[in-house]
Nanobody, 122 residues
Framework: QVQLVESGGGLVQAGGSLRLSCAASGRTFSGDVMGWFRQAPGKEREFVSAVTWIFGNTYYADSVKGRFTISRDNAKNTMYLQMNSLKPEDTAVYYC???????????????WGQGTQVTVSS
């Protein structure tokens, strides 16, 4: 059984930073893509960023490009999202996901974490 556990969310002022972590257990994602998504109240879940596990290729939504950095630690089976210059519109529940069945920016992933709340105050 694959489990994804997010951590690192919290309350931060606009302009601040947070680092999210996603620890994977149950399987080594040696050839997979892992991604971050977010869902704000009343809105659909949206793609934030993704990383390929072997080569570390990274992908970002336009809304976070230049502010967020995704990375992974293969030895720890953990993915990170460093979020800088946070804005109130970044407020959402952030989810990590693994093993997409299609394109990395679609919601069609086999495994999801439980989510971690990020709140950015103005």
């Amino acid at each position: 059984q694959v489990q994804l556990v997010e951590s690192g969310g919290g309350l931060v002022q606009a302009g601040g930073s947070l680092r999210l972590s996603c620890a994977a257990s149950g399987r080594t994602f040696s050839g997979d893509v892992m991604g971050w998504f977010r869902q704000a109240p009343g809105k659909e879940r949206e793609f934030v960023s993704a990383v390929t596990w072997i080569f570390g290729n990274t992908y970002y939504a336009d809304s976070v490009k230049g502010r967020f950095t995704i990375s992974r630690d293969n030895a720890k089976n953990t993915m990170y999202l460093q979020m800088n210059s946070l804005k109130p519109e970044d407020t959402a529940v952030y989810y990590c996901a693994a093993d997409p069945r299609g394109r990395y920016y679609d919601l069609n992933y086999n495994y999801w974490g439980q989510g971690t709340q990020v709140t950015v105050s103005s």
